[in-house]
């Protein structure tokens, strides 16, 4: 499957702004899916997950109660709506596939994902 992140940019403190994963080449109803961030100078972490089954999801807690992640099978999409964004959200933002079995603590690790979307920007300002 291909995986394709879009909707980054440049917002202030505070504001809201939702990131887009479209998948194709693929049954995307088969694949697990998270985002994964990566700041300047850092390696890159876990953010969020959402199971194929949509109604199972795991966020890092530095993101929990703020950030949204979504999936619509349907549409071949998965989501993340970030609300009441901070400085420290700033990073490349990408979207992953892993076709294993979810696990809430498994599917925070990035070796288990083996589809990567490019990356989107996200530049949070105060």
């Known amino acids: 499957v291909q995986l394709q992140a879009s909707g980054g940019g440049l917002v202030q403190a505070g504001d809201s702004l939702r990131l887009s994963c479209s998948a194709s080449?693929?049954?995307?109803?088969?694949?697990?899916m998270g985002w994964f961030r990566q700041a300047p100078g850092k390696e890159r972490e876990f953010v969020a997950t959402?199971?194929?089954?949509?109604?199972?999801?795991k966020y890092a807690d530095s993101v929990k109660g703020r950030f949204t992640i979504s999936r619509d099978n349907a549409k071949n999409m998965a989501y993340l709506q970030m609300d009441s964004l901070k400085l420290e959200d700033t990073a490349v933002y990408y979207c992953?596939?892993?076709?294993?079995?979810?696990?809430?603590?498994?599917?925070?690790?990035?070796?288990?994902?083996?589809?990567w979307g490019q990356g989107t920007q996200v530049t949070v300002s105060s």
């Open positions: 992953a596939a892993d076709d294993g079995v979810w696990n809430p603590l498994h599917s925070m690790r990035e070796f288990l994902y083996n589809h």
């Open positions: 080449g693929g049954t995307f109803s088969k694949y697990n």
């Open positions: 959402i199971a194929r089954s949509e109604s199972l999801t």
